[in-house]
Nanobody, 127 residues
């Protein structure tokens, strides 16, 4: 059974940094692409970033480019999302998801690509 568990989010401050992790209980983790998604109150879920399984190609949505960094440690079955220069609009529930075929060559098509999902973790902005 596949399980994805996000680390606890927490409070973020303007310009601050926060790193989320996604720990996966999945066989052959290195063969799975991992995506990060978020859903803000009253908004639809959106893709934030993904990292491929083959060559660690990455994709970022425009609003986080230059601020967020996705990385993976296959030895630990874990993917990280380092969030820097946080802004109020980054407040959301963040989810990680896994799929064997997604994020090929760092291409993102939609959340429908992803088969397995974590339960999410709240990142709240503190002014």
């Amino acid at each position: 059974q596949v399980q994805l568990v996000e680390s606890e989010g927490g409070l973020a401050q303007p310009g601050g940094s926060l790193t989320l992790s996604c720990a996966a209980s999945i066989n052959a983790f290195e063969h799975y692409a991992i995506g990060w998604f978020r859903q803000a109150p009253g908004k639809e879920r959106e893709g934030v970033s993904c990292i491929s399984s083959t060559d660690n190609s990455t994709w970022y949505t425009d609003s986080v480019k230059g601020r967020f960094i996705i990385s993976r440690d296959n030895a630990k079955n874990t993917v990280y999302l380092q969030m820097n220069n946080l802004k109020p609009e980054d407040t959301a529930v963040y989810y990680c998801a896994a799929d064997y075929w997604a994020c090929a060559r760092g291409t993102y098509y939609g959340d429908y690509e992803y088969e397995y999902w974590g339960r999410g973790t709240q990142v709240t902005f503190s002014s």
